[in-house]
């Protein structure tokens, strides 16, 4: 709009100085006084006095919606900074010492699910009434899938990034496990229950465009085996990522899996560790492309956490 005037102004002046080229001083002179006269006529006609406070009201206008653009911006980037994990605690609780508190969904059914000819469920523990979380791990389990299908490149993970070497040990035998369990009531599905000692973490590695993200931490999960198996597989990946979109990082990582399994229920740990700072959307300086260690352990951590992400909130 400011332009806009300005062209006027610029407009009136070129035309004077097209006329000093080609008149005598006297006609120059008349010629100017007649042009002076008309542009103060056309300037204050009440069409161009409308057209003005038009403009300046729209000047004003986008004058206040760039401050209040540069105010948005500034209180988002500081949101950012100190709000940078709302988005994994939406619609999230933590357990303390093994207990949900404030619960108020009644006794609820801990269900593991895992693909075959089709869905199967089981129930494998519950949350009582006072948000107390219990596991009945069943003696035996009825397996529709193998080793091999739930564990290897294609399985839970897909953090294999290039064909390399996986030794298995009877990769055909019966399988059954999930990173994530559901959480029902009367049929209905309420939410899923992941354990592990970051909500960041669990949240990732259960989201398949979130494998990389996040920060460092494990998750654990159940598995059940017919029989003895193992999968032992060493992988070093490097090479240029352009995660923030702007911005590439040399990266070098690796992941290793050193599963041994026993008939029966395991309890699977798989960590997180190091970091590549990038930045991230949602404003985190998250860590991409981070060494991934998965290996069977005996017992539950002392500091291992139970979270509950509800579906209906």
Known sequence: MK??????????????????????????KKQMEELM??????????????????????????DSMNAKYATANETKSTSNKNNADDWYWQNTLASTQGKFNGWSRGVVDIVMTYKGVRLQ?????????????????PSSVNTKTTFERQMGPQGLFFD??????????????GFVTNTALLIM?????????????????????TTQS???????????YWAYANENCALVMDQEWSGKVYKDGTNSLDVKTNVNYDLHFKPGWNLVKTEVIGKYPLEHERGLDVSWF???????????PSDA??????YDM
């Open 185 to 205: 009531k009367d049929g209905k599905t309420l939410g899923n229950l992941t354990i592990g000692n970051s909500v960041r973490v669990t949240k990732n590695l």
């Open 160 to 173: 294999i990034y290039r064909y390399c070497p996986i030794n298995y040990t009877n990769k055909k035998t």
């Open 121 to 137: 469920t089981f129930k494998i523990g519950s949350i009582k009434e006072d948000g107390s979380i219990i596991f009945n791990l």
């Open 210 to 220: 979130g494998i990389d993200s996040g920060d460092e931490g494990y998750i654990l």
């Open 290 to 300: 981070k060494n991934h260690r998965h290996t069977v352990i005996s017992s539950l």
């Open 305 to 310: 956490i139970y979270y509950f992400r509800a």
């Open 37 to 62: 006269r008309k542009q103060d006529s056309v300037m204050n006609s009440p069409q161009m006095k409308e057209m003005m406070q038009k403009i300046q009201e729209m000047q004003k206008m986008q």
């Open 3 to 28: 332009i806009f005037i300005k062209t006027i102004v610029l407009v009136s002046i070129s035309f004077i100085g097209y006329m000093g080229t080609a008149q005598t001083p006297k006609k120059q």
